[in-house]
């Protein structure tokens, strides 16, 4: 994919998320920025309707970031606008017991996207190398071997029609400190706390380090990641609303030949047994091909 973002990732690129900005790199009044997310909402409907219609690429989108970075926030802002019968979003948390019972990548394999629809993975395949690497639960090696069967995981996938695109929406420590407070202080926000986001604060250089880690060994060609600055919440909507706007026009998806030949069909009272009898007709020549 010949995606020329700025906030794309090369294969192989060394990372050090501490010089990375999380702010946006450009002023943008909110104004502006809803202005821009609605206009990529609305060309995103017309590429989805020519996706769905079309059944011949799926395209899955995975957001990752920590606690507060706006992967809820995210879908809700530029996916609002498509078709919800061609959209599927899942969100992975604690393997369950018999989610453990299976090879870490089982449950992200059965929420995967059929050709015509675009899957979200609100947190994704890649918790299963943060957490259980950071709380010791796996070894380095175990870790850098997820890494390698990710990589072969998303690369047979897109050989068989997946577009994949991954977004790591990069949040500074004193911005999450921020949305915590705002949470704890409005009693409206507080039911999205829980006690694991207090307890994952501790860990946040060891977050970083294993982000590194994962944008260094998966940002592959047909399966990039992007570092999107996710303290402005605008930018980010518009940043991740511009790529997939462009990712979808680059796959020039047409809309399918018609199973028969409508043109000169009249549906009126007056013409209805002859309109029948000619649809019959036609469907019939049409399934003889």
């Given at each position: ?87 599927d979003v ?31 993975f609100n ?10 690497r950071i ?155």
């Open positions: 994919m010949k995606l020329k973002s700025p906030h794309r990732v090369h294969h192989h690129a060394r990372i050090k998320l501490a010089k990375i900005p999380t702010k946006p790199p450009s002023a943008l009044s909110e104004d502006d920025a809803d202005a821009l997310v609605k206009k990529h909402r609305e060309q995103l409907a017309a590429l989805q309707e020519v996706l769905y219609a079309s059944q011949s690429k799926a395209v899955l989108i995975v957001l990752q970031g920590m606690d507060t970075a706006g992967k809820d926030g995210t879908i809700r802002h530029i996916f609002s606008g498509i078709n919800p019968q061609g959209c899942s969100s992975f948390k604690t393997p369950t017991p018999i989610e453990s019972r299976h090879d870490f990548l089982w449950r992200c394999q059965k929420r995967l996207p059929a050709c015509g629809m675009i899957g979200i947190r994704s395949h890649y918790e299963d190398v943060l957490v259980p709380h010791g639960k796996i070894t380095e090696k175990t870790a850098r071997r997820r890494l390698r069967e990710i990589n072969a995981w998303e690369s047979t996938l897109a050989a068989n029609g997946t577009i994949i695109l991954k977004f790591y929406l990069h949040l500074s420590h004193a911005e999450q400190t921020r949305r915590l407070q705002s949470r704890i202080d409005t009693p409206d926000k507080r039911w999205k706390l829980s006690p694991a986001d207090f307890a994952e604060r501790p860990f946040w250089p060891k977050y970083m380090d294993a982000y590194e880690q994962i944008l260094h060994h998966t940002s592959q060609r047909k399966a990039p990641w992007f570092i999107i600055p996710s303290d402005d919440k605008s930018y980010r909507n518009v940043a991740i609303s511009t790529i997939l706007v462009e990712a979808l026009r680059e796959l020039k998806l047409q809309y399918p030949a018609p199973t028969f030949n409508p043109r000169g069909l009249n549906l009126s009272k007056q013409d209805a047994a002859a309109t029948s009898k000619k649809v019959a007709t036609r469907v019939a020549k049409a399934t003889t091909k």
